[in-house]
């Protein structure tokens, strides 16, 4: 069975600090996915991975950067975290057009 | 036009209910058809995967319409624990990778 990991479940940060969300698959999946979800807007797509050192915008990548240095591993970074960036975060992988796979999710909140 | 619309209900039945939902894409193009359910506060999780000739899962069918480019989800015999938001995605269209989802349909099963 797909295992996708994230690293925490709840999250408290300060306004203004570097945050680090991980994210790990166990099936070798090349594609990989970070989502945010708030209530009433459904997943919103923030970057996507398809291949080691690969990213590509999504639908809402301002104030957020990945790193994918390796297949099983992605990070979302907020380079200076904001309280509008409160939320639900969730990471998927999947293979090819597979259907993706989700982690459990971390709630984090900017204060 | 939204690529993905699902009423987003609630849909409010009793146990033992028949309900089915429906979900329209717009493009054409697409190729790969998912279902999920989403519990509150919880990751989505694949129901079941759509195909052209329809499939069906315990009390659970799914329907694929290429010429009215509509996926459906029939529930019979409804459960209390059926009670969950069920997300409808839509994926492959252009050869792209990132799927496309509605923002779900609420459901709840009453005793």
């Given at each position: 069975d797909v295992k996708v990991t994230q690293s925490s479940r709840y999250l408290v940060k300060r306004t203004g600090e570097k945050v680090f969300l991980e994210c790990v698959q166990d099936m070798d999946h090349e594609n990989m996915f970070w989502y945010r979800q708030d209530p009433g807007l459904g997943l919103r797509l923030i970057y996507f991975s398809y291949d080691v050192k690969m990213k590509e915008k999504g639908d809402i990548p301002e104030g957020y950067s990945v790193s994918r240095e390796k297949k099983e591993r992605f990070s979302l970074i907020l380079e200076s975290a904001s309280t509008n960036q409160t939320s639900m975060y969730l990471c998927a992988s999947s293979l090819g057009r597979e259907p993706q796979h989700f982690g459990d999710g971390t709630r984090l909140s900017i204060l | 036009r939204k690529e993905v619309e699902q009423d987003p209900g609630p849909f409010n039945v009793p146990e033992g209910a028949t309900v089915a939902f429906n979900c329209t894409y717009s493009n054409s193009a697409s190729q790969s058809f998912f279902w999920y359910r989403q519990d509150c506060r919880k990751e989505p999780k694949l129901l079941m995967s759509v195909y052209s000739s329809g499939n069906e899962d315990g009390r659970f069918t799914a329907q694929l319409n290429r010429a009215s480019q509509y996926i459906s989800l029939l529930i019979r015999?409804?459960?209390?624990?059926?009670?969950a938001t069920y997300l409808c995605v839509v994926n492959g269209a252009g050869g792209s990778y990132i799927p496309t989802f509605g923002r779900g349909t609420s459901l709840i099963v009453h005793p």
């Open positions: - | 015999d409804s459960k209390l624990s059926d009670s």
